[in-house]
């Protein structure tokens, strides 16, 4: 299996609820589970783990192009050379109204405190604005 | 006779401006079933993703979960009905309607009390209009459900689903009522249970599967019961926005019929209204000509009896 796998270059999905988000081949998937960072190369185990709101990179390969998206939970699949991550909601950096993403993170962090949701929203915002930043290369610190 | 000549114009006319209704909203409904499968077969990725790695997890781990857990005396049951928000569809709604009304019965045979959850105008306006009661309705969105509404409708489902039995609210069974897009031409209602989950297991079916349908050897993180507990919900969220979708589609393709057979309606009318108005104006010239004739007849008469 390994040896027939070898030559297989990495097939990645970004699935989200209503749409596939991204689709292609990649030299390495980043992304963050509930356990903290995995690095996703050729040849992985077959692992299923759940996601954390945060940010995905996708480095594509033959390029030094890097697709960056947001996710929000859901989570990581992956088996003889494919990687799925399925989400409820998956946004590409390049997709994202920072302004938007701010006014919400705003909206939310006065919540908190008063319902668990806020929590969530905040870290979802966060991730997003994350998904922009590292897009747009500025790299604003918080 | 002259008056009725009129009346029938102006039926034709009002008739022609409804076909020209019908005509718009059957190619409204036509372009627009176009995208509801479109966003259907954008949504088949992540159910079928989904359905494969509850599927692994439940393969390789022995499934013990709240959602799948069968209650030994079931009470209760939810039924989720997914009708339209507006009518002029045909028989749509009321087809749905019709198959809830029979899974009710059916129920309610097995010794269980039924609670209704509704989605779409049309369903609450039929529980309204006989003042029966239910527990929660979700309206504005039959056209084209996004994917957060189906969110909105799983928790509700899943929480009362999750609760004690004999807590109040607590349901024993989850089931949905929608219309199942199979074709253009044919769409069916659909009663099915939804929860307590069914977990299909790989030996269905005689064939064995293809190397490629096999499961790897997946390891969990962080264990195998928690990320079922991630996926599930996620999974029986992703099958009400498939039925949303599937009632989407079948509501257009409905709405595409009925409104194609009230245009047709309408052309028959104009045809058979426009021969009777050409029979009475053609009465009326008739008449008119016999009048002017038998006038004439009648001066010749009184001409010939003066020359006399």
Same mark, same amino acid.
Do not use: C
């Given at each position: 299996?390994?040896?027939?796998?070898?030559?297989?270059?990495?097939?990645?999905?970004?699935?989200?609820?209503?749409?596939?988000?991204?689709?292609?081949?990649?030299?390495?998937?980043?992304?963050?589970?509930?356990?903290?960072?995995?690095? /996703?190369?050729?040849?992985?185990?077959?692992? =299923? %783990?759940?996601?954390? @709101?945060?940010?995905? *990179?996708?480095? #594509? +390969?033959?390029?030094?192009?890097?697709?960056?998206?947001?996710?929000?939970?859901?989570?990581?699949? /992956?088996?003889?050379?494919?990687?799925?991550? =399925? %989400?409820?909601?998956? @946004?590409?950096?390049? *997709?994202?109204? #920072? +302004?938007?993403?701010?006014?919400?993170?705003?909206?939310?962090?006065?919540?908190?405190?008063?319902?668990?949701?806020?929590?969530?929203?905040?870290?979802?915002?966060?991730?997003?604005?994350?998904?922009? *930043?590292?897009?747009?290369?500025?790299?604003?610190?918080? | 006779?002259?008056?009725?000549?009129?009346?029938?114009?102006?039926?034709?006319?009002?008739?022609?401006?409804?076909?020209?209704?019908?005509?718009?909203?059957?190619?409204?409904?036509?372009?627009?079933?176009?995208?509801?499968?479109?966003?259907?077969?954008?949504?088949?990725?992540?159910?079928?993703?989904?359905?494969?790695?509850?599927?692994?997890?439940?393969?390789?781990?022995?499934?013990?979960?709240?959602?799948?857990?069968?209650?030994?005396?079931?009470?209760?049951?939810?039924?989720?009905?997914?009708?339209?928000?507006?009518?002029?569809?045909?028989?749509?709604?009321?087809?749905?309607?019709?198959?809830?009304?029979?899974?009710?019965?059916?129920?309610?045979?097995?010794?269980?009390?039924?609670?209704?959850?509704?989605?779409?105008?049309?369903?609450?306006?039929?529980?309204?209009?006989?003042?029966?009661?239910?527990?929660?309705?979700?309206?504005?969105?039959?056209?084209?459900?996004?994917?957060?509404?189906?969110?909105?409708?799983?928790?509700?489902?899943?929480?009362?689903?999750?609760?004690?039995?004999?807590?109040?609210?607590?349901?024993?069974?989850?089931?949905?009522?929608?219309?199942?897009?199979?074709?253009?031409?044919?769409?069916?209602?659909?009663?099915?249970?939804?929860?307590?989950?069914?977990?299909?297991?790989?030996?269905?079916?005689?064939?064995?599967?293809?190397?490629?349908?096999?499961?790897?050897?997946?390891?969990?993180?962080?264990?195998?019961?928690?990320?079922?507990?991630?996926?599930?919900?996620?999974?029986?969220?992703?099958?009400?926005?498939?039925?949303?979708?599937?009632?989407?589609?079948?509501?257009?393709?409905?709405?595409?019929?009925?409104?194609?057979?009230?245009?047709?309606?309408?052309?028959?009318?104009?045809?058979?209204?426009?021969?009777?108005?050409?029979?009475?104006?053609?009465?009326?010239?008739?008449?008119?000509?016999?009048?002017?004739?038998?006038?004439?007849?009648?001066?010749?008469?009184?001409?010939?009896?003066?020359?006399?």
């Amino acid at each position: 299996m390994a040896t027939a796998a070898g030559s297989e270059a990495l097939h990645v999905e970004l699935v989200a609820a209503d749409r596939t988000v991204w689709s292609g081949d990649a030299a390495m998937v980043i992304a963050r589970t509930t356990e903290g960072d995995v690095g /996703v190369l050729r040849d992985h185990a077959p692992v =299923l %783990s759940l996601l954390s @709101e945060a940010v995905v *990179e996708v480095q #594509v +390969e033959g390029t030094d192009d890097v697709v960056v998206a947001a996710v929000d939970g859901g989570f990581l699949s /992956v088996a003889n050379n494919r990687v799925s991550i =399925l %989400s409820e909601h998956i @946004e590409l950096g390049e *997709e994202i109204h #920072v +302004e938007k993403v701010k006014a919400e993170l705003e909206e939310a962090r006065g919540l908190i405190g008063a319902n668990n949701e806020a929590e969530r929203r905040v870290r979802r915002a966060e991730a997003r604005l994350r998904a922009a *930043e590292k897009v747009s290369g500025s790299g604003v610190g918080h | 006779m002259a008056v009725s000549l009129r009346e029938y114009r102006a039926r034709i006319k009002s008739t022609e401006s409804m076909k020209k209704i019908t005509r718009a909203m059957e190619l409204i409904a036509a372009s627009r079933i176009i995208k509801a499968q479109q966003r259907a077969q954008q949504a088949a990725p992540y159910a079928r993703e989904l359905t494969r790695a509850v599927s692994a997890v439940a393969t390789f781990s022995n499934v013990d979960h709240p959602l799948t857990k069968e209650e030994e005396n079931p009470k209760r049951a939810a039924v989720l009905v997914i009708t339209s928000d507006r009518g002029l569809a045909g028989a749509y709604s009321s087809s749905v309607l019709k198959e809830t009304e029979r899974l009710a019965e059916r129920l309610r045979d097995e010794g269980k009390e039924i609670d209704y959850f509704l989605a779409g105008r049309k369903a609450e306006a039929y529980f309204k209009f006989r003042s029966r009661p239910f527990v929660e309705s979700w309206t504005g969105f039959s056209d084209q459900p996004t994917y957060d509404k189906a969110a909105e409708i799983g928790r509700a489902l899943i929480e009362a689903f999750l609760k004690e039995q004999g807590e109040e609210g607590d349901v024993d069974e989850v089931h949905v009522v929608y219309t199942r897009f199979r074709s253009m031409l044919v769409q069916e209602p659909t009663a099915v249970r939804l929860l307590p989950l069914e977990v299909v297991e790989a030996d269905e079916g005689a064939e064995a599967p293809a190397p490629e349908d096999l499961l790897p050897l997946y390891e969990f993180e962080p264990s195998a019961s928690e990320v079922l507990d991630g996926l599930l919900p996620q999974y029986v969220q992703s099958r009400i926005f498939y039925s949303l979708l599937q009632a989407a589609a079948s509501e257009l393709a409905a709405r595409q019929k009925a409104m194609k057979a009230a245009t047709d309606n309408a052309d028959e009318l104009i045809k058979k209204l426009t021969r009777i108005a050409n029979q009475a104006r053609q009465a009326g010239i008739t008449q008119e000509i016999s009048e002017i004739v038998g006038g004439v007849n009648a001066l010749a008469d009184a001409q010939a009896a003066a020359n006399d």
